[in-house]
């Protein structure tokens, strides 16, 4: 004990009563009480299932991380084991399954599941090449940072059939989505459930990594230009597409029109979201864009939609049942025959309307709906044409009794009310 007081491994403090003199011992640093505890887990047969007692979700996992790293140098097989124990862990907590049904925009270096991956990156660094050695990893991101990284291939090339989801970002680097496929061998995934893919407007090869299995799938930044093999039927490859996000995508009029059709009838869909699809014949003059279709009226578990910056005059119905939260952001409604609500939107929560030219009629069809239903609804609105109406529209919220007026900005001529 001596010994180790002197050598700074341990630290000794003196607490005196009237009647006694207490002594507390502790570790002079938390890295050096990791480097013992692994010592202990890497040479007690029993001791892993303490650690994995101890992980009761991806935080507690990485609260551990410094242990595994030290564990993985010392007794590699005894790091599989833990890394095969701590699978189900992770595919139970709640960030997990959040993560796998989410879309849109990810903040990676954020997420949790991000930094397990640097930590068995780290813990494969620290273990000899062998093919016994094998660490268990479901959720994998390449970007700028992983892509040539030897030991993220190693991983990946281990847990190929183990792969639950895929974030590609190749926004800010020089390669090809087909570079990066090849490069990790990304084929035949067949247990994948998400992908997420952030482009850099160069042609789609994204029909390389649709696989069957996957239930969400983002699409950021690219270029569709073979009418041949069509964005439609790449997706309809999905054969459980649930979650979908395509924003900022390039198509052709016969693509997009297509497209649309097939959306309309995918009527399983639990979230959509659109943004920035551009004609590529028109893409400089949106309004000469023929009128599309976009009818989700049969999809009976769709909870989410979200609409923004579509080409062309929109024939849109979305009176489903399910849904719970509707934006629609810089569009123009066909006259016609768009139907943004209807009585029977008993789940409706939350409508946001911006940017929108609709009819006086649609408009006025959407506010008598909305006070017929019977319960409380929160919208927002605001810089809707024809402005003439809009106003007009604006001014009965504010003095009917039939809705709260949360805020009212004249200058930026928006509104949020809920329905009494």
Same mark, same amino acid.
């Given at each position: +004990?001596?010994?180790?007081?002197?050598?700074? #491994?341990?630290?000794? !403090?003196?607490?005196?009563?009237?009647?006694?003199?207490?002594?507390?011992?502790?570790?002079?640093?938390?890295?050096?009480?990791?480097?013992?505890?692994?010592?202990?887990?890497?040479?007690?047969?029993?001791?892993?299932?303490?650690?994995?007692?101890?992980?009761? *979700?991806?935080?507690?996992?990485?609260?551990?991380?410094?242990?595994?790293?030290?564990?993985?140098? #010392?007794?590699?097989? =005894?790091?599989?084991?833990?890394?095969?124990?701590? #699978?189900?862990?992770?595919?139970?907590?709640?960030?997990?399954?959040?993560?796998?049904?989410?879309?849109?925009?990810?903040?990676?270096?954020?997420?949790?599941?991000?930094?397990?991956?640097? +930590? $068995?990156?780290?813990? %494969?660094?620290?273990?000899?090449?062998?093919?016994? @050695?094998?660490?268990?990893?479901?959720?994998?991101?390449?970007?700028?940072?992983?892509?040539?990284?030897?030991?993220?291939?190693?991983?990946?090339?281990?847990?190929?059939?183990?792969?639950?989801?895929?974030?590609?970002? @190749?926004?800010?680097?020089?390669?090809?989505?087909?570079?990066?496929?090849?490069?990790?061998?990304?084929?035949?995934?067949?247990? @994948?459930?998400?992908?997420?893919?952030?482009?850099?407007?160069?042609?789609?090869?994204?029909?390389?990594? %649709?696989?069957?299995?996957?239930?969400?799938?983002?699409?950021? &930044?690219?270029?569709?230009?073979?009418?041949?093999?069509?964005? !439609?039927?790449?997706?309809?490859?999905?054969?459980?597409?649930?979650?979908?996000?395509?924003?900022?995508?390039?198509?052709?009029?016969?693509? /997009?029109?297509?497209?649309?059709?097939? @959306?309309?009838?995918?009527?399983? #869909?639990?979230?959509?979201?659109?943004?920035?699809?551009?004609?590529?014949?028109?893409? &400089?003059?949106?309004?000469?864009?023929?009128?599309?279709?976009?009818?989700?009226?049969?999809?009976?578990? %769709?909870?989410?939609?979200?609409?923004?910056?579509?080409?062309? =005059?929109?024939?849109?119905?979305?009176?489903?049942?399910?849904?719970? *939260?509707?934006?629609?952001?810089?569009?123009?409604?066909?006259?016609?025959?768009?139907? /943004?609500?209807?009585?029977?939107?008993?789940?409706?929560?939350?409508?946001?309307?911006?940017?929108?030219?609709?009819?006086?009629?649609?408009?006025?069809? $959407?506010?008598?709906? /909305?006070?017929? %239903?019977?319960?409380?609804?929160?919208?927002?609105?605001? &810089?809707?044409?024809?402005?003439?109406?809009?106003? =007009?529209?604006?001014?009965?919220?504010?003095?009917?009794?039939?809705?709260?007026?949360?805020?009212?900005?004249?200058? =930026?001529?928006?509104?949020?009310?809920?329905?009494?």
């Amino acid at each position: +004990m001596k010994f180790i007081l002197h050598s700074g #491994m341990l630290s000794e !403090s003196t607490t005196k009563t009237l009647t006694k003199k207490f002594s507390k011992v502790s570790f002079s640093h938390k890295t050096v009480q990791e480097f013992f505890a692994a010592i202990f887990i890497s040479s007690q047969s029993d001791a892993q299932k303490t650690v994995v007692e101890k992980c009761r *979700n991806v935080q507690d996992i990485l609260d551990m991380s410094k242990i595994c790293e030290f564990i993985s140098g #010392m007794n590699a097989d =005894r790091m599989c084991e833990i890394s095969n124990d701590l #699978m189900s862990v992770i595919n139970e907590d709640e960030k997990t399954r959040h993560y796998r049904t989410r879309t849109g925009l990810e903040d990676r270096y954020n997420n949790p599941l991000y930094n397990i991956q640097k +930590m $068995f990156m780290s813990c %494969l660094q620290e273990m000899p090449e062998s093919e016994n @050695i094998q660490l268990c990893l479901q959720d994998f991101f390449i970007d700028g940072r992983t892509k040539h990284s030897k030991l993220l291939q190693r991983l990946l090339k281990q847990n190929k059939t183990n792969i639950k989801s895929l974030n590609i970002d @190749i926004s800010r680097t020089s390669s090809s989505l087909r570079e990066i496929i090849d490069l990790f061998s990304l084929t035949n995934l067949s247990h @994948i459930q998400k992908l997420y893919y952030n482009g850099d407007w160069k042609e789609a090869e994204t029909p390389r990594i %649709l696989f069957p299995s996957l239930q969400c799938v983002t699409l950021r &930044y690219g270029t569709w230009t073979n009418d041949e093999e069509n964005l !439609s039927e790449n997706l309809a490859r999905v054969q459980n597409l649930q979650y979908l996000h395509i924003e900022q995508f390039t198509l052709s009029h016969k693509i /997009l029109e297509t497209f649309y059709n097939f @959306i309309s009838a995918q009527k399983s #869909m639990k979230e959509l979201t659109l943004v920035g699809l551009y004609c590529k014949e028109h893409k &400089y003059r949106r309004h000469d864009c023929q009128r599309l279709n976009l009818d989700l009226s049969q999809h009976s578990t %769709l909870s989410e939609l979200h609409l923004f910056d579509l080409p062309g =005059r929109l024939q849109l119905n979305i009176s489903t049942p399910s849904l719970v *939260n509707v934006t629609l952001w810089d569009i123009n409604l066909d006259d016609e025959s768009s139907l /943004l609500l209807s009585r029977d939107m008993l789940n409706i929560e939350r409508v946001k309307l911006e940017y929108i030219e609709m009819s006086a009629e649609s408009l006025q069809n $959407f506010i008598i709906v /909305l006070k017929n %239903l019977p319960q409380s609804v929160t919208v927002q609105m605001g &810089y809707i044409t024809p402005e003439t109406e809009y106003r =007009r529209v604006r001014e009965n919220i504010r003095s009917s009794q039939t809705f709260h007026v949360i805020q009212g900005d004249d200058w =930026r001529c928006g509104i949020e009310f809920k329905t009494i």
